[in-house]
């Protein structure tokens, strides 16, 4: 799990996420966020990564979903994309596999 500063809805915050590497394609998936004010960070390291970031994402939570701003970098872009396939991925329907009794009343049927 990872995390990094972003603007969400108009408010510095910092993101969780978690980053599957695989070698064909990365996959990244937001956990959630917390906002903080930026007077908690005062060394020059933290300022200059809250500086950088913050370029990058901008990212709008609503409706319990994220999504990226449409003048986002394209580390955000390629986030959007990967959440948007998985929310797909979600809505497949699930198999229904017969339970335990369903599948002795089978077996015995058969016998």
């Not at 599957?20 to 300022?47: D, F, L, M, P, V």
């Not at 948007?84 to 089978?106: A, C, S």
């Amino acid at each position: 799990m990872g995390w990094c500063f972003a603007i969400v809805n108009g408010k510095l915050a910092e993101v969780f996420f978690d980053e599957n590497r695989n070698k064909k394609r990365r996959k990244i998936a937001i956990w959630g966020h917390c906002y903080i004010k930026r007077s908690e960070y005062k060394t020059k390291q933290e300022k200059k990564s809250i500086a950088d970031d913050t370029k990058e994402m901008k990212i709008i939570w609503r409706k319990k979903r994220y999504s990226f701003h449409k003048n986002a970098g394209e580390k955000a872009k390629k986030l959007y994309l990967i959440n948007k396939k998985l929310d797909r991925l979600k809505k497949l329907p699930k198999e229904d596999y017969p339970t335990l009794g369903e599948f002795t009343k089978k077996l015995n049927a058969i016998k």
